[in-house]
């Protein structure tokens, strides 16, 4: 398969801005979804009433297909990406779009557009999202009883395009990035609620991120779970409903125990953030990113360098096994990538 010749310089884009020219879509109406359907990627009508407009009915996924050094395409782990749709649909009290009916809109949609999946360390960023389409404003309390689920295509460059840049990071340990009852749903409602905080704080303090630790429990920050890193040791959160349970956080977390460190995951305090600073590394997971180094913290007022200020080198090397997987360029032991044919 040879790449789109349209395809442009994605690496000079912002990430998210550059669309492949087909999407998936589906909708659900009288109890059912209907045939799934492969389409131009253009503007969709929606009444003004729709529900997702007023009451924020949705919620949505983000993985990756990548191009490997033979021309073949493969997903990064699109069972647990699915699984996870159906969890936040669930959660959101939207209809749950079947399993292989999701899995063929991604597979159908990525055949249809393969032109679009850049080589590395490009890779195609695929966007599920399902909405509440019921047109009815007076249903503030009633879940949508018809939905639209979609799938959107975006080729997306090296996320460090400008290099490896350590993050600056404002800890936050009173107040909340969404409501605990919410923390695990992936859906647009959560950033809603953690942007004006996330803004504030680059406006007060240029940083990138807003790491959360309401009541001295360090969570995650607006859209990527947080991780402590030494030579020896990796630590972060156990899984609790207050935030979102990153695929990548999990799979990294496998490959640092094979990569023989200790694995650690608890309960972290803002005090032991700042305490393992002073020798260790930090840093985000998510899907866009992979892992991204953390080089600076802001509290209450005050910086504090972590570790050399760098991206560190066991940040890096985790980093660099997990993408090594994603591209085929080390074996895939776990099953966690599946060829698009
Ligand atoms: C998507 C997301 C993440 C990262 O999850 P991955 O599965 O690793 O991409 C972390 N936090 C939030 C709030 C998210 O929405």
Redesign the pocket.
Known sequence: MTLTKDLIDVTSKPFGTVFADKMAVTWFRDDAWQPIQIQEMAPMSFSPATHVFHYASSCFE?LKAHRWADGSVHFFRLNQ?IE?MQNSASMMCMPIPEADMLEQMIVQGVAACEGWVPEPPGSLYIRPTLIGTMPNIGAAATPSKEACLFVIFSPVGDYFSGGSRPLRILLEDTKMRTSPEMGMI?TGA?YASALRLINEARENYNVDQVLFAPGNDVQ?T????FLLINDNEVVTKSLDAT??H????SSLLELAYDLGYRVSERSITVEEVLDWAKTGEAAL????AVLAGIGTYIYQGKAYQVGSGQFGPNTQKLRDALLAIQRGELADTRGWTTPLR
Not at 222 to 225: D, P, T, V, Y
């Open positions: 983000g990406h996870r992936k959560n995650e607006g859209a990527a779970n935030f979102l990153g695929v990548t956080r997971s998510g899907t866009a």
